[in-house]
C-alpha cells in the first residue's frame, strides 16, 4: 500500500471543521466535534479493552490549536482543554472514510447512557 499523508490541514474560521487533503487526491471534512469524542487520547479510549470512554456535551468544541508531531502526526487541543490526541495520518484518514459511522456508533452509546451531544 501506498504511504498516506496530508498534503494540506486546514482549519475553517469558526474552528469547527478540519479539512484535511492527501496526497493521493482524497479530501476528508472532519468536524470538530468527532475529533474530540473519538480522540485517539488514552483519556478517551483507556488504557486496555473496555476501558474506552464515552464524552458527552462536545458538541460546540472547536479546534484551538494544532501541533505537528514529528512527521506522522498532529496534536490537536480543543477548546475544552483536551490536548492529549495524537493523530496520525492514517487515523485522519481512517476518520475521513469510516468517521461517518463511527459517529453514528458513539451517538448510539450517548443514547444508551442517557447522555447529551449538548454542553450541560
Known amino acids: 500500500m501506498t504511504e498516506i499523508w496530508p498534503t494540506e490541514l486546514k482549519v475553517s474560521k469558526d474552528r469547527r471543521l478540519l479539512t484535511v487533503s492527501f496526497n493521493d487526491g482524497v479530501t476528508a471534512m472532519l468536524p470538530a466535534e468527532m475529533l474530540r469524542v ?9 488504557h486496555g479493552p473496555g476501558q474506552k470512554v464515552t464524552v458527552p456535551g462536545k458538541r460546540n468544541v472547536a479546534i484551538r490549536q494544532m501541533v505537528p508531531t514529528g512527521n506522522y502526526a498532529v496534536r490537536i487541543a480543543f477548546d475544552d482543554g483536551h490536548d492529549t490526541g495524537i493523530f496520525t495520518w492514517n487515523y485522519l484518514r481512517e476518520l475521513g472514510e469510516s468517521g461517518g459511522e463511527k459517529f453514528a456508533a458513539y451517538e448510539q452509546e450517548l443514547a444508551e447512557k442517557k447522555l447529551s451531544r449538548d454542553p450541560r
Do not use: F, H, R, T
Not at 38 to 46: D, F, I, N
Open 38 to 46: 473519538l480522540s485517539p487520547s488514552a483519556e478517551v479510549q483507556g
